[in-house]
């Protein structure tokens, strides 16, 4: 099998993508787990494949560094609108792009002729506990209180497509992530296992983040992630709505707006390589 890819990042947040339009991946999650390795591999967080879609421009399927899918990744979808405008693919800047999680729509931004950047609607935030999913009562899971890796906390839990549980505290790097991560992903508070970004307030319109993914360990950025954060911080009143909020991430930064109706997410897009995968 030789297989054509391009590898993207998206704040540091890279992923193999491939084009199913002219190619197809008979075991996307088995080929996730080899691609994906950094010694042995290509190296990334995970496997992207760009499908036909009967309802958008375009389809996205993201598998994880462990072959589990996941239902929507926000750095990932802006590649995609990316790879579908440098392709000659779309001619339009307004592009949508189907996911597990509903069909996004994206503004891409060009230079050159190439697209840079893009802004997503990311819909809007799942706030209910038995559709994050997260095993807590009530409408709402704002600042609540637990034990999990063996301290008590504060946890507000969204879901942007894919379950989070936003954690404010100090200065994340000083956390030992290797350790707790983990304990946060497969907690039994959590069904379907978890993101958890550990977030230091700022200001009221700067957040920092440190994010552990489920079936990825820690990333340099998570899009969904920013966003659950960005929720997060407006819920629990550290950041105002319907206004930008930076998010300062190891591979660099998101802009997210949360509004009424979404969650609006804004950052870069970028190129690493073109390659073939022979196996």
């Not at 590898?7 to 339009?21: A, L």
């Not at 994880?64 to 239902?71: H, L, T």
């Not at 958890?196 to 820690?218: A, C, N, P, Y």
Request: glycine share 10%.
């Amino acid at each position: 099998m030789a297989l054509r890819f391009t590898k993207m990042h998206g704040c540091g947040n890279d992923y193999v993508y491939v084009n199913c339009f002219e190619q197809e991946v008979e075991d996307p999650a088995a080929l996730s787990i080899v691609i994906s390795d950094r010694h042995f591999g290509v190296g990334g967080d995970g496997l992207v494949l760009i499908c036909p879609s009967t309802v958008a421009d375009a389809k996205m399927r993201m598998f994880n560094a462990d072959g589990s899918e996941g239902k929507m990744c926000g750095n990932a979808i802006r590649c995609v609108g990316k790879y579908l405008w440098d392709h000659g693919m779309v001619k339009k800047q307004t592009v949508t792009i189907e996911t597990l999680s509903g069909i996004k729509t994206l503004e891409l931004f060009t230079e050159n002729g190439l697209v840079t950047a893009a802004r997503v609607n990311m819909g809007p935030a799942i706030l209910k506990p038995a559709e994050i999913p997260v095993n807590l009562p009530g409408e709402r899971a704002v600042a609540v209180p637990v034990n999990i890796a063996g301290e008590n906390r504060l946890i507000t839990c969204v879901s942007m497509g894919n379950p989070h549980c936003v954690v404010f505290g100090e200065d994340p790097y000083l956390l030992e992530l290797e350790k707790i991560g983990p304990l946060f992903e497969k907690d039994p508070l959590f069904p379907e296992q978890v993101n958890t970004e550990f977030i230091q307030v700022i200001d009221s319109h700067t957040l920092k983040m440190r994010v552990w993914e489920r079936g990825s360990g820690e990333t340099w950025a998570c899009g969904t992630g920013a966003c659950a954060a960005a929720t997060a911080a407006v819920l629990n009143g550290f950041c105002p709505a319907n206004e930008e909020i930076t998010v300062h991430l190891r591979g660099g930064d998101l802009k997210i707006c949360c509004t009424t109706e979404a969650v609006f997410m804004t950052g870069g897009a970028v190129k690493v390589f073109d390659g073939v995968w022979e196996a």
